[in-house]
């Protein structure tokens, strides 16, 4: 009986049990399936922001380009107001940044916004003019998204701890009068 505990019975014995591998092979892949599924997550909440965003600002906007925003004297804190009914849902209103801009036709736009070396934007030329009636118009948003997970070296972030997200809407205001 003593011969039955050499080394070579001891490993055998050792790797016939099967008692702590599943243990193991949960070890050896939780740190990549919990990255992975915290990027899932986060690209899922950005992308949700976004959309949230988008669809903020084209509903505010609409209401320059019909007319109810210059008919009802709306400055630049009602129409963030108007804004952020929706956006206030998933994000910080006071983070938004607008930037509501006439132009004389379409090739005159100009899209570029001044972004820092630090990834947030300059908003220091930004200012509400919705124009009149047949004015083009530009409604531009911009909002730094936080980003949270930064596992193995993914991530979404700008290189300030954020992913700038942004959204433009250009149009030809309605005929109204005023």
């Not at 990255?35 to 899932?40: C, E, G, K, Q």
């Not at 949700?48 to 210059?70: E, K, N, Y």
Request: proline letters at 4%; one cysteine or more; a negative charge.
């Amino acid at each position: 009986m003593l011969a039955e505990a050499g080394p070579a019975s001891v490993a055998a014995r050792f790797g016939a049990d099967r008692d702590g591998a599943t243990v193991v092979e949960f070890a050896l892949i939780a740190l990549p399936f919990f990255a992975l599924l915290m990027a899932i997550l986060e690209t899922g909440l950005m992308f949700f922001a976004g959309q949230t965003l988008d669809t903020s600002v084209g509903l505010a906007a609409r209401m320059i380009r019909t007319g109810q925003a210059q008919e009802m004297g709306f400055d630049d804190a009602r129409f963030r107001e108007e804004v952020c009914r929706i956006a206030a849902l998933v994000m910080n209103c006071d983070g938004i940044k607008l930037d509501v801009t006439v132009f004389p036709d379409f090739q005159a736009i100009d899209l570029t916004p001044g972004i820092g070396g630090n990834g947030d934007v300059d908003d220091s030329g930004f200012g509400y003019e919705p124009g009149h009636g047949e004015d083009i118009v530009v409604v531009r948003a911009f909002y730094n998204w936080p980003v949270y997970a930064n596992i193995l070296g993914f991530t979404l972030d700008s290189g300030n701890g954020s992913h700038l997200l942004s959204t433009t809407v250009a149009f030809r205001n309605e005929p109204f009068p005023w």
